[in-house]
């Protein structure tokens, strides 16, 4: 079994920076590639950044490109969301996710492609 912990949300003003992280326990071997999601209020999940085991490979939705980056420490299981120039519309529940196996750059974007999930951290933006 794989447990996902994530923590570093918080409030934050608007231009701001947050650096979230995703603490893998249990059968870390069984986790592949891993993602970061998020979900505001009244809204659908919605894919933020992914990477591959390796950190060779990375993918950012293009509304956080340029601002957020994931990175991971496979010697700490522990994977990184470093989110700078916050703004409101950043507002959501972050949750991270691990894969069993390696996606293809169609898959990394589907929540349907990872298989264990953290239970999420709170991110607030104020204006």
């Known amino acids: 079994q794989v447990q996902l912990v994530e923590s570093g949300g918080g409030l934050v003003q608007a231009g701001g920076s947050l650096r979230l992280s995703c603490a893998v326990s249990?059968?870390?071997?069984?986790?592949?590639?891993m993602g970061w999601f998020r979900r505001a209020p009244g809204k659908e999940r919605e894919f933020v950044a992914a990477?591959?085991?390796?950190?060779?490979?990375?993918y950012h939705a293009d509304s956080v490109k340029g601002r957020f980056t994931i990175s991971r420490d496979n010697a700490k299981n522990t994977v990184y969301l470093q989110m700078n120039s916050l703004k409101p519309e950043d507002t959501a529940v972050y949750s991270c996710?691990?894969?069993?196996?390696?996606?293809?750059?169609?898959?990394?974007?589907?929540?349907?492609?990872?298989?264990?999930w953290g239970q999420g951290t709170q991110v607030t933006v104020s204006s």
């Open positions: 996710a691990g894969a069993r196996s390696s996606l293809s750059s169609a898959d990394v974007y589907r929540p349907s492609a990872y298989y264990y």
């Open positions: 249990g059968r870390t071997v069984s986790t592949n590639y």
């Open positions: 990477s591959s085991r390796s950190g060779s490979f990375t």
